[in-house]
């Protein structure tokens, strides 16, 4: 599966943008989608994850509350909806896929997904 995230760019602190991660291949029901992030000198971090089949949905503490993940079943995206952005939400952010073959949990853990996309850049200024 190859992944094409989209929609970075500069913001100022409080505006919102919307990133979205497109599959080149079709997403199977079990499969989850997750967004994570990074900045130069530090590990890629989890920032949401979405399951295909039911939409569940699992956050990060510093995001939950204003960042939305959704998909798009039948365009086979995601969407991460990134509302009152701060300074500290620079980053680039990357979209993964998660391929499974049966229902299971929601992870934060980078490891377990297979197959990233190449990141997109987004900056926040104050």
């Known amino acids: 599966v190859q992944l094409q995230a989209s929609g970075g760019g500069s913001v100022q602190a409080g505006a919102s943008l919307r990133l979205s991660c497109a599959a080149s291949?079709?997403?199977?029901?079990?499969?989850?989608l997750g967004w994570f992030r990074q900045v130069p000198g530090k590990e890629r971090e989890f920032v949401a994850a979405?399951?295909?089949?039911?939409?569940?949905?699992l956050y990060s503490e510093s995001v939950k509350g204003r960042f939305k993940i959704s998909r798009d079943v039948a365009k086979e995206m995601v969407v991460l909806q990134m509302n009152s952005p701060q300074p500290e939400d620079t980053a680039v952010y990357y979209c993964?896929?998660?391929?499974?073959?049966?229902?299971?949990?929601?992870?934060?853990?980078?490891?377990?997904?297979?197959?990233w996309g190449q990141g997109t850049l987004v900056t926040v200024s104050s």
């Open positions: 993964a896929v998660r391929q499974l073959r049966y229902r299971t949990p929601l992870t934060a853990l980078r490891a377990q997904y297979d197959f």
């Open positions: 291949d079709p997403i199977l029901s079990n499969y989850h």
């Open positions: 979405i399951s295909w089949r039911e939409g569940n949905t």
